[in-house]
């Protein structure tokens, strides 16, 4: 008994503080632990789940401004429908202005299994997976299961910053094939606006990029009309499957020559070409109206039912040539009147490939 009453006696004597205290912590740590037991996920995975980022659109339409000859979505428009998506309703597109200021960089690992039909709806879903890496869906909402349409894996560079030039990753390999557009006003987009110079500085977005790849592909196979010849007579369309290492890259700088530095004995007239050549790079911008290149290689692949498309978009400047964007596109032969792959393809298209 005086055990007991002298722990009573231990007890009564400490400060209140002393005695809430520890036993308030300790009636934490139990509740956390009873969490824990309860809980369905262990606290590392509750604590991703509740910092995953994610959104989901409303409900889009498909207009007739969305397809393409073959009555399906156009393969970069998908592009253009993760944009709308990410910029309106992504939690990176707030209300101020700076927080919009960010430019679809790169897009990977892009599916196309199916597409809404025109006048069907469907909606974007993303999925932040890295600082500035989305992981994109277009989804069709049934009541059985979900479709998914199309998915990617997008970069935003935010600042309206494009990867250096130096970072060209394509496989470059066989036989290259090129051909030269001129890009309009509206296939431009500007990031910034230049007050050392009075202009605003110039990029074709990722989704044009794909279109000038698109026209390239088109034109290698014979252009539009070949392409009707292949669906009418040959019951063959030919359709994008995917698309990897889609990318822009920065080209704002150019590297000069400074020709002041030649002594006069090392003096040559060529020399003196290369100095107007490299005073013309100097002072060449990425604009409206100025020719581009699109080099583009490609692998065959069963028969050639499939086609690896090596794609580079260039623009020239004085001597020299700088790039815009690359990308790899997938294309695959198939029966227009079953829509499945086949090998079946003209001799003359054969002949193309082999050339």
Same mark, same amino acid.
């Not at 049934?142 to 935003?156: G, I, K, P, R």
């Not at 910034?192 to 044009?208: H, L």
């Not at 007239?269 to 490609?298: H, L, R, Y």
């Not at 400047?317 to 596109?329: D, E, I, M, V, Y």
């Given at each position: 008994?005086r055990f007991f009453n002298s722990i009573a006696v231990i007890i009564l004597q400490q400060p209140a503080a002393a005695f809430i205290a520890p036993h308030a912590a300790a009636l934490s740590f139990f509740r956390n632990c009873c969490n824990d037991l309860y809980s369905s996920k262990p606290p590392a995975e509750q604590n991703e789940v509740q910092t995953k980022v994610t959104?989901?659109?409303?409900?889009?339409?498909?207009?007739?401004?969305?397809?393409?000859?073959?009555?399906?979505?156009?393969?970069?428009?998908?592009?253009?429908?993760?944009?709308?998506?990410?910029?309106?309703?992504?939690?990176?597109?707030?209300?101020?202005?700076?927080?919009?200021?960010?430019?679809?960089?790169?897009?990977?690992?892009?599916?196309?299994?199916?597409?809404?039909?025109? $006048?069907? *709806?469907?909606?974007?879903?993303?999925?932040?997976?890295? !600082?500035? #890496?989305?992981?994109?869906?277009? %989804?069709?909402? /049934?009541?059985?299961?979900?479709?998914?349409?199309?998915?990617?894996?997008?970069?935003?560079?935010?600042?309206?910053?494009?990867?250096?030039?130096?970072?060209?990753?394509?496989?470059?390999?066989?036989?290259?094939?090129?051909?030269?557009?001129?890009?309009?006003?509206?296939?431009?987009?500007?990031?910034?606006?230049?007050?050392?110079t009075s202009r605003y500085n110039y990029y074709i977005p990722i989704r044009n990029a794909m279109n000038f790849f698109e026209r390239s592909r088109s034109d290698f196979l014979g252009g539009?009309?070949?392409?009707?010849?292949?669906?009418?007579?040959?019951?063959?369309?030919?359709?994008?499957? $995917?698309? *990897?290492?889609?990318?822009?890259?920065?080209?704002?700088? !150019?590297? #000069?020559?400074?020709?002041?530095? %030649?002594?006069? /004995?090392?003096?040559?007239?060529?020399?003196?070409?290369?100095?107007?050549?490299?005073?013309?790079?100097?002072?060449?911008?990425?604009?409206?109206?100025?020719?581009?290149?699109?080099?583009?290689?490609?692998?065959?692949?069963?028969?050639?039912?499939?086609?690896?498309?090596?794609?580079?978009?260039?623009?020239?400047?004085?001597?020299?040539?700088?790039?815009?964007?690359?990308?790899?596109?997938?294309?695959?032969?198939?029966?227009?009147?079953?829509?499945?792959?086949?090998?079946?393809?003209?001799?003359?298209?054969?002949?193309?490939?082999?050339?």
């Amino acid at each position: 008994m005086r055990f007991f009453n002298s722990i009573a006696v231990i007890i009564l004597q400490q400060p209140a503080a002393a005695f809430i205290a520890p036993h308030a912590a300790a009636l934490s740590f139990f509740r956390n632990c009873c969490n824990d037991l309860y809980s369905s996920k262990p606290p590392a995975e509750q604590n991703e789940v509740q910092t995953k980022v994610t959104f989901q659109s409303p409900k889009f339409r498909v207009y007739i401004e969305d397809t393409d000859a073959y009555g399906v979505i156009y393969n970069s428009n998908y592009v253009r429908a993760f944009e709308r998506a990410l910029l309106q309703y992504a939690p990176l597109s707030a209300s101020d202005e700076t927080s919009r200021k960010w430019i679809l960089s790169a897009i990977h690992n892009q599916k196309f299994r199916s597409s809404p039909a025109l $006048g069907e *709806e469907y909606i974007i879903r993303g999925k932040l997976v890295d !600082a500035n #890496t989305w992981e994109i869906e277009m %989804i069709t909402e /049934n009541e059985s299961s979900d479709v998914v349409h199309n998915s990617a894996l997008v970069e935003v560079t935010p600042g309206m910053k494009l990867s250096p030039a130096n970072e060209l990753t394509l496989k470059q390999s066989g036989k290259v094939d090129e051909k030269r557009y001129i890009p309009y006003h509206d296939e431009f987009d500007h990031y910034n606006f230049d007050e050392t110079t009075s202009r605003y500085n110039y990029y074709i977005p990722i989704r044009n990029a794909m279109n000038f790849f698109e026209r390239s592909r088109s034109d290698f196979l014979g252009g539009p009309d070949a392409l009707r010849k292949m669906q009418v007579e040959d019951d063959l369309i030919w359709v994008v499957t $995917g698309v *990897e290492n889609g990318k822009l890259f920065d080209h704002d700088s !150019a590297q #000069t020559r400074d020709m002041d530095d %030649i002594s006069v /004995n090392e003096y040559r007239p060529e020399d003196e070409m290369q100095k107007m050549a490299n005073e013309e790079t100097a002072v060449f911008e990425v604009s409206p109206g100025k020719e581009v290149i699109v080099e583009t290689t490609f692998d065959v692949k069963r028969k050639g039912m499939i086609l690896d498309c090596h794609h580079t978009l260039w623009m020239e400047g004085g001597s020299q040539r700088k790039l815009l964007a690359q990308a790899t596109c997938v294309i695959v032969a198939l029966k227009g009147s079953t829509r499945r792959p086949t090998s079946k393809l003209p001799q003359w298209v054969l002949d193309k490939f082999a050339e």
